[in-house]
DNA sequence: ATGGTATATTCAAGGTACTTGAGTAGATAC
DNA sequence: GTATCTACTCAAGTACCTTGAATATACCAT
């Protein structure tokens, strides 16, 4: 069944990055973290609004988690300068560390599945997963 | 990256398994619960411990999910004959259907993916898939 | 300009799916 | 037969989400 074989992996993929963050001293930041840091804008920041949509959560949601980078001092809240209804997400220079640390998470683990089920492979699986996400395309 | 490419097709997968149980009168079952069914002993039962086991949970968190099936009509708690600490939960009728509408639903799903990629790259895709699993193995 | 409506956020309460700790009943070992 | 181990349940607490309601600000039509 397709389930399992997506399932594995994909959560061996969430404790491999959930490990190499605690292990940079960055034990705080979880899951429901990550979106943030993937779609934020680093240099003007970015409406709760607007992470919440991105992430697939409500804006309460969304705010409980900002608060939270926040208290742990990986973004800040800014108010925009052009609506004064809305605040702006900003990561701090603790927060920018982060995007980028997934990313080395993720190729690191990349690079040791390719190289235990063979390059060509690996990347063959990649191109035909991708192709099965824009055939089906939810 | 893998992690969407993984991520994407699984919740897929949950939506589409989810909406089915709701199309056929079962929408109280959800994720958590599908476990019990993929594992439990359909004739004699299963004790809580070792669903528990099976679906990586703690055994408190299983005797709730086993509450919830049986106040549903999909479980009925039995005494083990041969160990009287033990319950025995064993699936109801109402809780046979379950297993067998869950590989439909799978099947259904799999079978639209494979009309949409091609069989013969899903097949591949799926065999690829497996490979990881048994190179990674987690 | 002002009144009505829409938007951005936050506060509050509640639900689900878990966790650990503690207690009880029954099984097992010496 | 006492001590220990096991199966289960009750209780309390946490993480992560939800909807509803309140507040401040923006926008828009008259």
Known sequence: MIGELLRNPNAARVRHVERGFAAAGHGAIHPPHLPVFEYVDYERGSRITDLARHANVSPQAMSEVVDYLERHGYVERLRDPVDGRARLV??????????????????????????????????????LLGELWDAVGD
């Open 90 to 127: 900003r990561p701090t220079a603790r927060g920018r560390e982060i995007y980028a640390l997934a990313g080395r998470l993720v190729r690191g683990l990349e690079d040791e599945w390719s190289a235990r089920l063979g390059a060509r492979k690996f990347r063959l699986l990649k191109r």
